[in-house]
């Protein structure tokens, strides 16, 4: 028995035994990056807390939004893209793909 015939436009199946080409990669989309899992990013940054000595971190987090409570009056909000909280009045921010840098300025403030 012979191969089916191709239709104009459209590749014969592969005969018994070869093997199809894996199809051509997807082009990128456009816009940014997809957001870190909000859970993922309080996570590290639990992490990344306790070994500047920050411990008792409780983390909360949903698919939109993630809190860490770091110390009595002091509390980071994560979207997945960046990190905030308000402290003594003032706003701070970071982004959520440098967690080790956004912890080392959150024990500085822990620590006034």
């Known amino acids: ?9 459209t590749p014969a199946a592969p005969s018994a035994g070869e093997q199809m080409p894996p199809p051509a990669p997807l082009a990128p989309g456009p816009g940014p990056a997809p ?3 909000p859970a993922v990013v309080a996570a590290a940054l639990a992490r990344h807390l306790a070994g500047h000595g920050i ?3 409780y983390t909360a987090a949903t698919i939109k939004v993630a809190v860490i ?3 009595t009056g002091l509390t980071i909000w994560t979207d997945g893209r960046q990190l905030w909280c308000t402290h003594d009045g003032t706003r701070h921010t970071w982004p959520a793909t440098d967690t080790t840098a956004a ?8 620590r006034l």
């Open 55 to 57: 411990t008792g971190v």
């Open 69 to 71: 409570s770091v110390t």
């Open 1 to 9: 028995m012979h191969p089916p015939l191709a239709r104009p436009g």
């Open 103 to 110: 912890a080392a300025e959150i024990t500085a403030i822990a």
């Open 35 to 37: 957001a870190t899992s």
